[in-house]
Nanobody, 129 residues
Framework: QVQLVESGGGLVQAGGSLRLSCAAS????????MGWFRRAPGKDRDFVAS????????AYADSVKGRFTISRDNAKNTLYLQMNGLHPEDTAVYYC??????????????????????WGQGTQVTVSS
């Protein structure tokens, strides 16, 4: 089992920055890949970014590439998402996720919800224009 708790959401003006955190507990943090998804009002939950167990590899949705950075601190069992240059269309509930179904292998093409096994409760990010 893996428990995930997000924090760091809030209200920010367009062009601003936020850093989201996700604290993990349960299964050893270094044993699974991590990811971020988001759900905008009235839309499906979409992939944002993912990162390998060691943090050496990552993947991003085209919509956030160059603006968002995913990272992890394995000593603190914490995942991060640094968001810069925020747009109003980035407004959404952001969820962190853990992937255990592929064992130790990192799958940068894992962009579907069904490929991720554990979820946090989400944190709201609102970007005003």
């Amino acid at each position: 089992q893996v428990q995930l708790v997000e924090s760091g959401g809030g209200l920010v003006q367009a062009g601003g920055s936020l850093r989201l955190s996700c604290a993990a507990s349960g299964r050893a943090f270094t044993m699974y890949s991590m990811g971020w998804f988001r759900r905008a009002p009235g839309k499906d939950r979409d992939f944002v970014a993912s990162i390998s167990r060691t943090g050496s590899n990552s993947a991003y949705a085209d919509s956030v590439k160059g603006r968002f950075t995913i990272s992890r601190d394995n000593a603190k069992n914490t995942l991060y998402l640094q968001m810069n240059g925020l747009h109003p269309e980035d407004t959404a509930v952001y969820y962190c996720s853990a992937q255990t179904q592929y064992g130790l292998r990192y799958r940068p093409d894992s962009v579907r919800e069904v490929e991720w096994n554990y979820w946090g409760q989400g944190t709201q990010v609102t970007v005003s224009s």
